[in-house]
């Protein structure tokens, strides 16, 4: 059954670097996403992506981030300078369409560790 | 807007009995989707069960069902003779057509199954 992938599965990083986390979406699949989870909390939605533009963000989304689709397909999250309250679990997903059928499909999950 | 409740932090079952997880929810989009996640200790995602707005039946997938409610918005996952590897939290989510096909998480409920 085709997956999402994400890579690498931990990260750790020092404050003030640059990550960039990346995703395989499934290859048929046309929106994409990015969640933020911060150890025992809710998952927070961060970005969504279609057709090579983001199509909606949240406040969470400030100019330290960005995505790109580089080459068809990965789908990569980068933090330009990172902060301790950055460290969280990342989240990328892809659905086929906006369906109320499609169902949004997650990946594993990139750990970042900010020290 | 849409948003989820659970409000139940934390439960507890025993090995075989069935459970029952609640959601409400909340949301001004005619047409929207229900979804059903379990998160282990490892952290992934993992998609267990969907309801649509417009389903006239419950959705079942092997031991998990959905008691949709439409009137009352509740959407509450049944697990049915519970198992010591159902041990994990869970989080009721929905997603809609206006919102660019995001999902919008519940809190999660963490489920503890005693053998």
């Known amino acids: 059954e085709p997956e999402v992938t994400q890579t690498p599965s931990h990260q750790v990083t020092q404050m003030g670097q640059e990550v960039i986390l990346r995703c395989v979406p499934i290859?048929?699949?046309?929106?994409f996403y990015w969640y933020r989870q911060i150890l025992g909390q809710k998952v927070e939605f961060l970005v969504s992506f279609y057709n090579n533009e983001i199509s909606e963000k949240s406040e969470i989304f400030d100019d330290q981030f960005s995505v790109e689709r580089p080459d068809g397909s990965n789908f990569t999250l980068k933090i330009r300078s990172t902060k301790l309250e950055d460290s969280a679990m990342y989240f990328c997903a892809s659905r086929t369409g906006l369906a109320i059928t499609d169902t949004q499909y997650f990946g594993p999950g990139t750990r970042l560790t900010v020290l | 807007a849409q948003k989820i409740t659970q409000t139940q932090p934390g439960m507890f079952v025993q090995e075989k009995e069935a459970v029952t997880l609640d959601c409400t929810y909340d949301t001004s989009d005619p047409s929207y989707g229900l979804f059903w996640y379990k998160q282990p200790s490892s952290g992934e995602m993992i998609f267990l069960i969907y309801q649509g707005s417009y389903d006239q039946q419950n959705a079942t997938e092997g031991r998990y069902s959905l008691n949709f409610q439409k009137a009352r918005k509740s959407a509450n996952l049944v697990i049915s003779a519970s198992q010591l590897g159902d041990s994990a939290m869970y989080f009721c989510?929905?997603?809609?057509?206006?919102?660019?096909?995001?999902?919008?998480f519940g809190d999660g409920t963490t489920l503890t199954v005693k053998p």
């Open positions: 290859s048929n699949h046309l929106y």
């Open positions: 989510a929905m997603s809609g057509y206006t919102n660019a096909g995001k999902s919008t």
